[in-house]
């Protein structure tokens, strides 16, 4: 299999092996590979995202790092009338869905002789890397907001990572992480294109276990754009391979105290505004300079989809009403639940819904119990 990197900016190509996040011009590096898919291959297989391991970007098989993550499970819940199909990523082995690139990201670190790696992260991805370095036998620096939930930055901490606090906001620590990026290999799930490769396995599964059928809408979280951008290259490597004949619209939600997607969006235009924007519960999408950002908006505007938003009242009443029904999912996660109900009442003619919870609520319980006393006293 021959994997090539491809700048976005100048299209440069190099090789996989070099070991490149980002294109020496500065640009986006985006991958280029061949895909199979064999269906009765990979029904033979293990339940885990690795079942489709010839559209995934390692060469031997023993340098894949996993805990067998993927193939979670999906459950209807009703909004507004209407069934949404709800695929529980909230349940992988470190509690979010970003286990998925993890696992392709820090494989491919291994395959290439990677001993040390950096990372920047809200929380999440931060516990990912720093799980499947534990794992892979891989030295891991993570830096993060000072703000960050404490139980994130006691997860990341026990799988031996070296946790650096960044005061101020989630773009002063990406900011901070980059001079450590010019010595030490950066397994970034924003710059490096081997997690994009990981979290398109969300399409796949999603594809196989809809009775091989691609769905008329998906509703994800938009931050870094990690998810959107995963399904939008998991859907166009089925479409290329002729499996499926359309590619589902794509519904990206934002927080309306950070949303410079959703501003860029309805303004019709690719570039963000600039400006402060205002700290929201939902952690995790609170990015101001998405590096990907034009990426995701022509993700979206390519299938016919669109932004919305949502504040943190709704986020919080989104949270606990999942609680109620027994799934315990973080503040984050509770961001693109929220925005659900009018998704589906602006198009009503769409029947067919899939959505996600993200991240777990063990990963946030000092959050979750500060709203739960600030809405009982309101």
Not at 299 to 326: E, P, S, Y
Request: aromatic share 10%; hydrophobic share 40%; net charge negative.
């Amino acid at each position: 299999m021959e994997i090539q990197l491809i700048c976005s900016e100048c299209n440069q190509i190099y090789s996989a092996s070099d070991g490149l996040w980002r294109c020496s011009c500065g640009g986006l590096l985006d991958i280029e590979m061949d895909t199979h898919f064999s269906i009765d291959l990979i029904q033979k297989r293990p339940p885990s995202m690795w079942r489709y391991k010839e559209a995934l970007p390692i060469q031997q098989d023993n340098n894949i790092i996993s805990f067998s993550e993927g193939f979670t499970p999906i459950i209807p819940i009703e909004f507004e009338g209407k069934s949404v199909m709800i695929k529980q990523d909230h349940l992988f082995q470190t509690g979010s869905y970003k286990d998925r690139g993890a696992s392709v990201l820090i494989s491919f670190a291994k395959e290439i002789g990677v001993t040390h790696v950096v990372e920047d992260s809200s929380g999440n991805a931060g516990c990912a890397i720093a799980a499947y370095c534990a794992r892979a036998n891989i030295n891991c620096d993570i830096y993060v907001p000072s703000n960050t939930s404490p139980a994130k930055l006691a997860q990341i901490t026990q799988y031996g990572a070296n946790l650096y606090l960044i005061p101020g906001s989630r773009e002063d620590t990406a900011h901070a992480v980059l001079n450590a990026a010019k010595t030490t290999y950066y397994a970034s799930h924003s710059w490096n294109p081997f997690f994009f490769q990981g979290t398109k396995t969300f399409a796949y599964e999603i594809w196989e276990q809809n009775n091989w059928i691609a769905p008329e809408a998906i509703i994800l979280p938009a931050g870094n754009g990690t998810l959107i951008l995963g399904v939008w290259i998991g859907f166009n490597d089925l479409m290329k391979a002729g499996l499926i004949s359309t590619l589902p619209r794509i519904f990206a939600v934002q927080s309306k105290n950070c949303a410079p997607l959703y501003a860029a969006h309805k303004h019709s235009v690719s570039t963000l505004p600039e400006g402060k924007w205002l700290p929201t519960v939902a952690e995790g999408i609170a990015i101001a300079e998405p590096v990907r950002g034009e990426q995701i908006l022509q993700a979206v505007r390519f299938t016919n989809g669109d932004f919305f938003i949502v504040d943190d009242d709704q986020i919080q009443f989104a949270m606990l009403d999942m609680h109620r029904k027994g799934f315990y999912i973080e503040p984050t996660a509770a961001a693109t639940i929220a925005a659900i109900p009018e998704i589906i009442h602006a198009h009503p003619k769409i029947d067919h819904w899939f959505s996600v919870f993200t991240g777990h609520g063990l990963k946030s319980t000092e959050k979750i119990l500060a709203i739960q006393k600030h809405l009982s006293n309101n």
